[in-house]
Protein backbone atom coordinates (compact mmCIF):
# COMPACT_ATOMS: atom_id res chain seq x y z
CA UNK A 1 0.00 0.00 0.00
CA UNK A 2 0.85 3.43 0.00
CA UNK A 3 3.36 5.06 2.44
CA UNK A 4 1.23 7.61 2.15
CA UNK A 5 -2.23 5.63 3.27
CA UNK A 6 -4.06 5.47 6.75
CA UNK A 7 -2.58 2.02 7.16
CA UNK A 8 1.38 0.88 5.32
CA UNK A 9 1.92 -2.42 4.82
CA UNK A 10 5.43 -4.03 4.45
CA UNK A 11 7.14 -6.76 3.60
CA UNK A 12 10.85 -6.17 3.80
CA UNK A 13 11.19 -9.33 6.44
CA UNK A 14 10.34 -12.79 4.64
CA UNK A 15 7.09 -14.47 5.35
CA UNK A 16 5.98 -11.48 7.48
CA UNK A 17 3.69 -8.53 6.68
CA UNK A 18 4.11 -5.65 9.25
CA UNK A 19 0.54 -3.23 9.17
CA UNK A 20 1.40 -0.23 10.45
CA UNK A 21 -1.33 2.11 11.96
CA UNK A 22 -0.21 5.49 10.11
CA UNK A 23 -2.29 8.51 11.52
CA UNK A 24 0.10 10.44 13.59
CA UNK A 25 -2.09 13.70 13.10
CA UNK A 26 -4.82 12.49 15.15
CA UNK A 27 -2.64 9.70 17.67
CA UNK A 28 -3.54 7.08 15.18
CA UNK A 29 -7.68 7.07 16.01
CA UNK A 30 -9.19 4.49 14.65
CA UNK A 31 -11.74 5.76 12.10
CA UNK A 32 -14.06 3.96 10.04
CA UNK A 33 -11.85 4.15 7.01
CA UNK A 34 -8.85 3.02 9.44
CA UNK A 35 -10.80 0.02 10.52
CA UNK A 36 -12.09 -0.75 6.89
CA UNK A 37 -8.78 -0.49 5.56
CA UNK A 38 -7.05 -2.66 8.64
CA UNK A 39 -9.47 -5.26 8.13
CA UNK A 40 -8.35 -5.70 4.75
CA UNK A 41 -4.99 -5.71 4.91
CA UNK A 42 -5.26 -8.73 7.52
CA UNK A 43 -7.78 -9.78 5.51
CA UNK A 44 -5.28 -9.80 2.49
CA UNK A 45 -2.39 -11.85 4.58
CA UNK A 46 -4.80 -14.49 5.80
CA UNK A 47 -5.24 -15.31 2.28
CA UNK A 48 -1.62 -14.79 1.35
CA UNK A 49 0.68 -18.71 1.58
CA UNK A 50 3.85 -16.42 1.44
CA UNK A 51 3.04 -14.90 4.74
CA UNK A 52 3.31 -16.91 7.36
CA UNK A 53 3.21 -13.79 10.58
CA UNK A 54 1.31 -10.24 11.24
CA UNK A 55 2.76 -7.95 12.90
CA UNK A 56 0.88 -4.76 13.81
CA UNK A 57 2.33 -1.70 15.04
CA UNK A 58 1.66 2.21 15.01
CA UNK A 59 4.00 5.01 15.83
CA UNK A 60 7.28 5.68 17.78
CA UNK A 61 5.10 7.79 20.17
CA UNK A 62 1.49 6.64 19.89
CA UNK A 63 0.12 2.57 19.22
CA UNK A 64 -3.32 3.68 18.42
CA UNK A 65 -5.42 6.74 21.12
CA UNK A 66 -9.21 5.17 20.59
CA UNK A 67 -11.92 5.09 18.14
CA UNK A 68 -12.38 8.73 16.97
CA UNK A 69 -14.66 11.01 18.97
CA UNK A 70 -15.52 13.13 16.20
CA UNK A 71 -17.61 10.45 14.85
CA UNK A 72 -19.24 9.65 17.24
CA UNK A 73 -19.87 12.29 19.71
CA UNK A 74 -23.05 13.23 17.55
CA UNK A 75 -24.22 9.94 16.71
CA UNK A 76 -27.57 8.04 17.50
CA UNK A 77 -27.99 4.42 18.57
CA UNK A 78 -28.96 3.27 15.55
CA UNK A 79 -26.34 5.39 13.52
CA UNK A 80 -23.37 3.34 15.35
CA UNK A 81 -25.60 0.15 14.79
CA UNK A 82 -25.64 0.59 11.26
CA UNK A 83 -22.07 1.53 10.80
CA UNK A 84 -21.73 -1.98 11.89
CA UNK A 85 -18.08 -1.32 13.09
CA UNK A 86 -17.91 -5.61 14.08
CA UNK A 87 -17.04 -6.39 10.91
CA UNK A 88 -13.86 -4.42 10.67
CA UNK A 89 -12.82 -6.18 13.68
CA UNK A 90 -14.23 -9.74 12.77
CA UNK A 91 -11.34 -10.40 10.37
CA UNK A 92 -8.58 -9.85 12.33
CA UNK A 93 -10.33 -11.88 15.12
CA UNK A 94 -10.52 -14.27 12.60
CA UNK A 95 -7.11 -14.18 11.05
CA UNK A 96 -5.83 -18.05 11.59
CA UNK A 97 -2.27 -16.60 10.92
CA UNK A 98 -0.21 -15.70 14.65
CA UNK A 99 -0.17 -12.16 14.98
CA UNK A 100 1.98 -10.01 16.66
CA UNK A 101 1.22 -6.30 18.39
CA UNK A 102 4.26 -4.25 18.89
CA UNK A 103 2.81 -1.27 20.91
CA UNK A 104 4.93 1.58 21.82
CA UNK A 105 3.24 5.25 23.67
CA UNK A 106 -0.82 4.73 24.16
CA UNK A 107 -2.68 2.04 23.76
CA UNK A 108 -6.29 3.21 25.06
CA UNK A 109 -9.83 2.09 24.04
CA UNK A 110 -10.15 0.30 20.90
CA UNK A 111 -6.44 0.90 20.68
CA UNK A 112 -6.03 -1.82 23.48
CA UNK A 113 -8.96 -3.55 22.18
CA UNK A 114 -6.64 -3.89 18.93
CA UNK A 115 -3.56 -5.25 20.97
CA UNK A 116 -5.22 -7.32 22.29
CA UNK A 117 -6.70 -9.24 19.29
CA UNK A 118 -3.41 -10.29 18.85
CA UNK A 119 -1.37 -13.50 20.14
CA UNK A 120 1.42 -11.59 21.10
CA UNK A 121 2.18 -8.37 22.26
CA UNK A 122 5.52 -6.68 22.84
CA UNK A 123 5.33 -3.58 24.48
CA UNK A 124 7.88 -0.78 25.05
CA UNK A 125 8.40 0.77 28.61
CA UNK A 126 6.55 3.89 27.48
CA UNK A 127 3.60 2.26 26.66
CA UNK A 128 0.18 2.97 28.24
CA UNK A 129 -3.10 0.51 28.42
CA UNK A 130 -6.40 1.55 29.05
CA UNK A 131 -10.18 1.50 28.31
CA UNK A 132 -11.36 5.03 29.31
CA UNK A 133 -14.88 4.70 27.43
CA UNK A 134 -16.44 5.61 31.09
CA UNK A 135 -14.66 8.88 31.29
CA UNK A 136 -16.39 9.79 28.00
CA UNK A 137 -20.05 8.42 28.68
CA UNK A 138 -19.64 4.96 26.92
CA UNK A 139 -17.83 1.62 27.52
CA UNK A 140 -15.56 -0.50 25.83
CA UNK A 141 -17.14 -1.65 22.25
CA UNK A 142 -14.87 -3.73 20.61
CA UNK A 143 -13.88 -6.69 23.21
CA UNK A 144 -12.91 -4.68 26.00
CA UNK A 145 -14.97 -6.23 28.67
CA UNK A 146 -14.95 -9.52 27.13
CA UNK A 147 -11.01 -10.12 25.70
CA UNK A 148 -9.41 -8.28 29.01
CA UNK A 149 -11.35 -9.85 31.55
CA UNK A 150 -10.47 -13.27 30.15
CA UNK A 151 -6.65 -12.01 30.12
CA UNK A 152 -6.17 -10.64 33.03
CA UNK A 153 -9.07 -11.52 35.18
CA UNK A 154 -11.97 -10.10 36.69
CA UNK A 155 -11.01 -7.97 39.16
CA UNK A 156 -8.10 -5.98 37.27
CA UNK A 157 -10.44 -5.82 34.15
CA UNK A 158 -13.29 -4.12 36.11
CA UNK A 159 -10.86 -1.59 38.17
CA UNK A 160 -9.52 -0.36 34.37
CA UNK A 161 -12.86 -0.34 32.81
CA UNK A 162 -14.76 1.04 35.66
CA UNK A 163 -12.02 3.93 36.50
CA UNK A 164 -10.79 4.37 32.51
CA UNK A 165 -7.27 4.34 34.27
CA UNK A 166 -4.21 3.93 32.35
CA UNK A 167 -1.58 0.88 33.16
CA UNK A 168 2.11 1.09 32.56
CA UNK A 169 3.32 -1.51 30.52
CA UNK A 170 5.20 -3.25 33.28
CA UNK A 171 1.58 -3.25 35.22
CA UNK A 172 0.29 -4.54 31.75
CA UNK A 173 3.19 -7.29 31.81
CA UNK A 174 2.63 -8.40 35.55
CA UNK A 175 -0.82 -8.76 35.14
CA UNK A 176 -0.96 -10.69 32.14
CA UNK A 177 -1.90 -8.02 29.71
CA UNK A 178 1.34 -8.18 27.40
CA UNK A 179 3.93 -10.99 26.41
CA UNK A 180 7.44 -8.63 27.12
CA UNK A 181 8.43 -5.47 27.69
CA UNK A 182 11.09 -4.05 26.00
CA UNK A 183 12.78 -0.77 25.95
CA UNK A 184 11.24 1.53 23.37
CA UNK A 185 13.91 2.05 21.03
CA UNK A 186 13.65 -2.30 20.90
CA UNK A 187 10.61 -2.52 20.63
CA UNK A 188 9.98 -2.95 16.30
CA UNK A 189 13.04 -5.08 16.38
CA UNK A 190 12.04 -7.48 19.23
CA UNK A 191 8.65 -7.73 17.35
CA UNK A 192 10.26 -7.96 14.39
CA UNK A 193 13.02 -10.63 15.53
CA UNK A 194 9.97 -13.20 17.23
CA UNK A 195 7.79 -12.58 14.07
CA UNK A 196 10.72 -14.43 12.53
CA UNK A 197 11.41 -16.94 14.45
CA UNK A 198 7.49 -18.10 14.14
CA UNK A 199 7.80 -17.54 10.53
CA UNK A 200 10.20 -20.58 9.70
CA UNK A 201 7.92 -22.49 12.18
CA UNK A 202 5.42 -25.24 10.65
CA UNK A 203 2.47 -23.10 9.39
CA UNK A 204 -0.26 -25.66 9.74
CA UNK A 205 0.97 -26.30 13.55
CA UNK A 206 0.89 -22.94 14.02
CA UNK A 207 -2.65 -22.37 12.78
CA UNK A 208 -3.59 -25.64 14.74
CA UNK A 209 -2.33 -24.08 17.77
CA UNK A 210 -3.86 -20.76 17.36
CA UNK A 211 -7.23 -22.53 16.43
CA UNK A 212 -7.58 -24.53 19.75
CA UNK A 213 -6.36 -21.92 22.13
CA UNK A 214 -9.02 -19.29 21.79
CA UNK A 215 -11.61 -22.07 21.02
CA UNK A 216 -10.85 -23.42 24.54
CA UNK A 217 -11.79 -19.85 25.74
CA UNK A 218 -15.49 -20.67 25.29
CA UNK A 219 -15.92 -24.75 25.68
CA UNK A 220 -15.23 -27.14 28.73
CA UNK A 221 -12.08 -28.40 29.46
CA UNK A 222 -12.91 -31.96 28.29
CA UNK A 223 -14.01 -30.75 24.89
CA UNK A 224 -10.75 -28.49 24.87
CA UNK A 225 -8.79 -31.55 25.30
CA UNK A 226 -10.50 -33.14 22.74
CA UNK A 227 -9.98 -30.69 20.18
CA UNK A 228 -6.18 -30.35 21.14
CA UNK A 229 -6.07 -34.08 21.01
CA UNK A 230 -7.65 -34.42 16.89
CA UNK A 231 -5.26 -31.25 15.91
CA UNK A 232 -2.33 -33.20 17.84
CA UNK A 233 -3.38 -36.47 15.37
CA UNK A 234 -4.29 -34.19 12.77
CA UNK A 235 -0.47 -32.88 12.23
CA UNK A 236 0.95 -36.38 11.50
CA UNK A 237 -0.81 -36.41 8.27
CA UNK A 238 1.61 -33.23 7.28
CA UNK A 239 4.70 -33.25 5.60
CA UNK A 240 5.85 -30.54 8.02
CA UNK A 241 5.45 -33.08 10.86
CA UNK A 242 7.77 -35.76 9.09
CA UNK A 243 10.18 -32.89 8.01
CA UNK A 244 10.47 -31.79 11.98
CA UNK A 245 10.70 -35.08 13.77
CA UNK A 246 13.46 -36.15 10.64
CA UNK A 247 15.54 -33.44 11.28
CA UNK A 248 15.92 -33.47 14.71
CA UNK A 249 16.83 -37.68 14.32
CA UNK A 250 19.49 -36.69 11.70
CA UNK A 251 20.44 -33.41 13.98
CA UNK A 252 19.50 -30.75 10.98
CA UNK A 253 17.71 -27.79 10.50
CA UNK A 254 14.52 -28.48 9.07
CA UNK A 255 12.65 -26.77 6.16
CA UNK A 256 9.04 -26.68 6.45
CA UNK A 257 6.87 -25.81 3.71
CA UNK A 258 3.56 -25.25 5.36
CA UNK A 259 2.34 -29.08 3.58
Not at 21 to 30: D, H
Not at 130 to 150: D, F, N, S, W, Y
Given at each position: ??????????????????????????????????R???????????????I????????D???A??A??????????????L????????????????????????????????A????????G??????????????M????????????????H????????????????????????V?????????A??????????????L?????????????????G?????????????T?????G?????E?????????
Amino acid sequence: MNKNSMIHVDYTIPAVAIIKINRPEAKNALNTQVRKLLSEAVALQADNDDIHVIVITGGDEVFAAGADLKELAEASAMEVYLRRAERYWQSIANCPKPIIAAVNGFALGGGCELAMHADIIIAGKSAQFGQPEIKVGVMPGAGGTQRLVRAVGKFHAMRMIMTGCLISAEEAYQIGLVSQVTEDTETLNTAYKMAQQIARLPPIALEQIKEVVLLSEDIPLNAGLALERKAFQLLFDTQDQKEGMSAFLEKRKPIYQGK
